[in-house]
C-alpha cells in the first residue's frame, strides 16, 4: 500500500515538476535581455516595511536595470525618513503623499505597495489600470470584496500583481516544495504552523497626537486589518497551500483578545483548522504573549517532516549511517590480503547519533527571507512583461481564506468559500 | 540500539557464517524488544510507563539483568545507574529506587519519576548473546562491532595472529590493541556533544575524556567505561579495583 501511494505521489510529481518549472521564477538571464530600458519603481507606503524594501532596493542593488523615481506616503514622518534614506544612497526621489498624483504625474513602470491593509485596494485597482505593474504587500486587500476586485483589475488590465509573500521567491522554500511535490516525505497527512511572539503589536505615538493612534496602530484595528490573520497567519496559509497544490474547502477558527484589553479590536491570540479535498488539515495558531515556539510550519508526510522555516527534515527512517570507519577499513585491508591496525575511538569514530536524531537540513545558501529575490523577480516580470500566474492565485486564495478565518471566528461556523469568490 | 552492527565472520563454510549472522541479527532484534526504553512494543517501555503503579511481573532475562545493575551500581560506588532517566534532582540520591520480588520476578518502582535506561549496557548484554551464539555454532574467529563502541573479538585476523586496533586519542596519538578473545568498550563525547549524565549530579559529563575499556566480559567493559565517564578521576581506581580488567585507556594516556 505505502508503495503504491508513493508511485502515485512520483506519477503525479511528474506533472507537478513540469508546471513548477515552467512556473518558476528563475528568468533573469533571458529577462534581463529583453530590455535595456530601465524600470522605473516606485514605493507607495514608506513605513517601517516601505523603508525595508527601500533599502533592499538601494543598499543591495538588487537589480541593475532599474531606478527608484518616487516615493509617497500621507504620514510625514514616514515620508521625512524616506527622503533621508534616499539620501544616504545620493539618490532624489520624488515625494507624494497622495499616491494618486504620484501615479499621474510620475512615470513609473511598477509599484511596490507597503500602505497599511485597507489601502491595498484601491491604490492596487488604481495602478493596475493605469497600466503600472504592482507588487502589492500581502495580505490583499481587507474586505473579500476588494480581493476579488484587485484580481478582476488584474486579469481585465493586464497589467502584473504580485503579492507579497516572500517566502515563494526563497531558494530554501523553492527547493523544500520541489521535493516535497516530487514525493520524497510521502503523502501529506497533516500540516501545522504556528507564530508565538511575545510583543503587544504597538508602536509608539507621540504623546500630544493621541488622535494619531488608530492610523499607526492600524493592525489593532478591524476597520484597517484582521490583526494576526491578515498580518501573520497568511504567509504559513500560502506555503501549506503551496505545499498541497491546492485550496481549503473550509475553516473552522475561533480568537479572543484574552492578554492585551487595551482597546485593540482584533484577536491577539487564535486558532484555526482548514480542511482540503483529500481530507488533509492544517491546524494553525498564532499569539502574542510568549515566543517559545516561535514560528513554524510543519509538513507532515508518512515518509517525513518538513521544518520549513527552520530548514529541516526529519526522516521517519534517518539514513542509515556510513559504515564506521575502523571496521570499514579492516574489511577493506581483508578483502586486499592486509594486516593493518584499524582505527577506533578517535575523531574518526562516528558515534551513534539515532537516539538523538534532529534531522537533516533542507538546503543550503539561501540568505534571507526571499524579500530580496521577491524585489528582483518583480523588476524581471516587468521586463518580461509577464508573471507567473500562479503566483497571484497563491495570493488571492490566501488572502481570501485569511478573511473566511476571521468571518469564522466572528460566526463560530465551519467556513467554506462562497462561489463568487472562486476564481479558478 | 539505534546503531550499526558489523560482523566480521571469515573461513571457508559461507553458509554456515550466513546461518551465524542471521541467528546474531535476530537475537539482537529480540533483545531490542525487551531493553528499549524507545519502542512501545519493548517490555523495558512499558515496566517504564507502569511500574510505579503496581508491581510488575517480567521476563526472566529482564529480571537477571535489573539484579545485575543493582550489583554493578554497588561496584561502580553508583556512577553506573539504570534509573538516572527521569530522575528530578530534588531525587539525586542514594536511596534505592527499585523494589524487586525474587519470588515472582516481580519490579516495582519506589519513584515515580524513575524509568529504566539500558544505554549503557544493552550493547554489552547484545555482545555476551553473541558470544554465545559463536560458541555453539564452533565459530572460532569472528569481530562483532555495535558503532565501534562495543566490540568482541574471538579468535584473531585472517592474516595476523590477533585483531589489531589503534585506539586514537584526541591528540592523534594511538595505543596499538592486540585483541583476540576480548571485548572493549569505549565511552566520551559524542561528535563532541556530551551525552552521559553523571548519575549522583543529573549534569552532563562535559569533559572530553574517552575511556577505553578492554575486558573477556562485554557487559563489564560497557558498564565501567560508562561509569569511568561519570565518576571523577580520583574515584577510578576504587572502582576498578572491583573489576577484572585488562586494560584502561584514557585519550593519550593508560591507567
Known amino acids: 500500500m505505502k508503495g503504491n501511494r508513493r508511485d502515485f505521489i512520483k506519477k503525479t510529481a511528474i506533472a507537478g515538476a513540469g508546471l513548477a518549472l515552467a512556473a518558476s521564477p528563475f528568468g533573469r538571464t533571458f529577462a534581463a535581455l529583453a530590455s535595456d530600458k530601465k524600470v522605473r519603481l516606485a514605493v507607495i507606503g514608506t513605513g517601517s516595511r516601505g523603508r525595508y524594501l527601500m533599502e533592499l532596493l538601494l543598499a543591495q542593488k538588487v537589480n541593475p536595470n532599474y531606478e527608484l523615481v518616487a516615493v509617497c506616503d500621507n504620514y510625514g514622518p514616514s515620508l521625512n525618513e524616506a527622503v533621508a534614506l534616499a539620501k544616504r544612497y545620493k539618490i532624489n526621489p520624488k515625494t507624494y503623499t497622495d499616491y494618486s498624483q504620484l501615479i499621474n504625474q510620475s512615470p513609473v513602470d511598477g509599484v511596490i505597495i507597503a500602505t497599511p491593509l485597507h489601502q491595498h485596494a484601491h491604490i492596487t485597482i488604481d495602478c493596475l489600470n493605469k497600466g503600472i505593474h504592482v507588487l502589492c504587500e500581502k495580505a490583499m486587500a481587507r474586505t473579500l470584496d476588494d480581493t476579488k476586485a484587485m484580481y478582476d483589475a488584474h486579469i481585465n488590465s493586464g497589467s502584473i500583481l504580485l503579492i507579497g509573500h516572500q517566502r515563494l521567491h526563497s531558494n530554501q522554500y523553492i527547493n523544500a516544495l520541489e521535493r516535497i511535490h516530487n514525493g520524497e516525505i510521502g503523502v501529506i497527512g497533516q500540516m501545522k504552523a504556528y507564530w508565538h511572539r511575545n510583543h503587544n503589536w504597538r508602536r509608539d505615538v507621540p504623546d500630544n497626537q493621541p488622535d494619531l493612534e488608530r492610523k499607526i496602530n492600524w493592525r489593532l484595528y478591524k476597520e484597517y486589518s484582521a490583526g494576526l490573520l491578515t498580518e501573520l497567519m497568511s504567509h504559513q496559509l500560502q506555503v501549506a497551500n503551496w505545499a498541497m497544490k491546492k485550496y481549503p474547502v473550509s475553516v473552522m477558527a475561533t480568537g479572543s483578545i484574552q492578554y492585551y484589553k487595551d482597546g485593540r479590536e482584533v484577536p491577539d491570540n487564535m486558532a484555526a483548522i482548514f480542511s482540503y479535498d483529500d481530507g488533509t488539515q492544517f491546524i494553525y495558531d498564532s499569539m502574542t504573549i510568549n515566543k517559545a515556539e516561535g514560528c513554524e510550519e510543519h509538513i507532515i508526510g508518512d515518509y517525513a517532516t518538513m521544518k520549513l522555516e527552520s530548514n529541516n527534515i526529519l526522516r521517519e527512517d534517518p539514513i542509515k549511517p556510513e559504515p564506521a570507519p575502523g571496521i570499514a577499513q579492516l574489511i577493506n585491508d581483508i578483502q586486499n590480503g592486509l594486516f593493518k591496525s584499524a582505527p577506533i575511538g578517535g575523531s574518526s569514530w562516528a558515534a551513534e547519533t539515532a537516539v538523538s536524531y534532529n534531522g537533516e537540513e533542507i538546503y543550503k545558501g539561501q540568505d534571507g527571507d526571499g524579500t530580496r529575490e521577491e524585489i528582483v523577480h518583480f523588476i524581471d516580470y516587468i521586463q518580461q512583461k509577464s508573471s507567473p500566474e500562479w503566483m497571484t492565485k497563491e495570493g488571492y486564495y490566501t488572502s481570501i481564506w485569511s478573511l473566511l478565518t476571521e468571518k469564522s471566528i466572528e460566526s463560530g461556523e465551519r467556513i467554506t468559500c462562497p462561489d463568487k469568490y472562486l476564481i479558478g | 540500539m539505534n546503531t550499526r552492527m558489523d560482523v566480521v565472520l571469515?573461513?571457508?563454510?559461507?553458509?554456515?557464517?550466513?546461518?551465524?549472522?542471521?541467528?546474531?541479527?535476530?537475537?539482537?532484534?529480540?533483545?531490542?524488544?525487551?531493553?528499549?526504553?524507545?519502542?512501545?512494543?519493548?517490555?523495558?517501555?512499558?515496566?517504564?510507563?507502569?511500574?510505579?503503579?503496581?508491581?510488575?511481573?517480567?521476563?526472566?532475562?529482564?529480571?537477571?539483568?535489573?539484579?545485575?545493575?543493582?550489583?554493578?551500581?554497588?561496584?561502580?560506588?553508583?556512577?553506573?545507574?539504570?534509573?538516572?532517566?527521569?530522575?528530578?534532582?530534588?531525587?539525586?540520591?542514594?536511596?534505592?529506587?527499585?523494589?524487586?520480588?525474587?519470588?515472582?520476578?516481580?519490579?516495582?518502582?519506589?519513584?515515580?519519576?524513575?524509568?529504566?535506561?539500558?544505554?549503557?549496557?544493552?550493547?554489552?548484554?547484545?555482545?555476551?548473546?553473541?558470544?554465545?551464539?559463536?560458541?555453539?555454532?564452533?565459530?572460532?574467529?569472528?569481530?562483532?562491532?555495535?558503532?565501534?563502541?562495543?566490540?568482541?573479538?574471538?579468535?584473531r585476523h585472517p592474516f595476523g595472529e590477533y585483531w589489531p586496533f589503534s585506539f586514537q586519542s584526541q591528540n592523534g596519538i594511538n595505543e596499538e590493541l592486540q585483541l583476540t578473545n576480548d571485548c572493549i568498550s569505549i565511552s566520551g563525547l559524542h561528535n563532541g556533544m556530551a551525552h552521559i549524565k553523571n548519575p549522583k549530579t543529573g549534569q552532563l559529563c562535559q569533559s572530553k575524556r574517552t575511556v577505553c575499556v578492554v575486558t573477556d566480559d562485554p557487559i563489564s567493559a560497557e558498564v565501567l567505561s560508562t561509569a569511568l565517564i561519570a565518576a571523577p578521576i580520583e574515584k577510578h581506581s576504587q572502582i576498578l579495583e572491583n573489576f577484572k580488567v585488562r586494560k584502561v585507556l584514557y585519550n593519550s594516556f593508560s591507567a
Open chain 2, 10 to 155: 571469515w573461513g571457508n563454510d559461507y553458509s554456515l557464517h550466513c546461518e551465524v549472522f542471521e541467528e546474531i541479527k535476530k537475537k539482537t532484534i529480540d533483545l531490542e524488544r525487551i531493553f528499549s526504553r524507545f519502542d512501545s512494543q519493548a517490555e523495558t517501555f512499558y515496566v517504564n510507563q507502569n511500574a510505579f503503579k503496581k508491581e510488575l511481573k517480567v521476563s526472566s532475562v529482564l529480571f537477571k539483568v535489573i539484579e545485575s545493575c543493582i550489583e554493578f551500581k554497588n561496584l561502580t560506588e553508583g556512577y553506573f545507574d539504570v534509573c538516572y532517566q527521569g530522575r528530578m534532582n530534588e531525587d539525586l540520591t542514594e536511596r534505592n529506587d527499585l523494589q524487586l520480588n525474587n519470588n515472582t520476578s516481580g519490579i516495582r518502582f519506589l519513584n515515580d519519576n524513575i524509568k529504566l535506561d539500558f544505554g549503557a549496557i544493552g550493547k554489552g548484554i547484545a555482545l555476551a548473546h553473541v558470544r554465545n551464539i559463536l560458541k555453539l555454532y564452533g565459530i572460532e574467529n569472528a569481530l562483532v562491532s555495535f558503532g565501534e563502541s562495543s566490540v568482541l573479538t574471538v579468535g
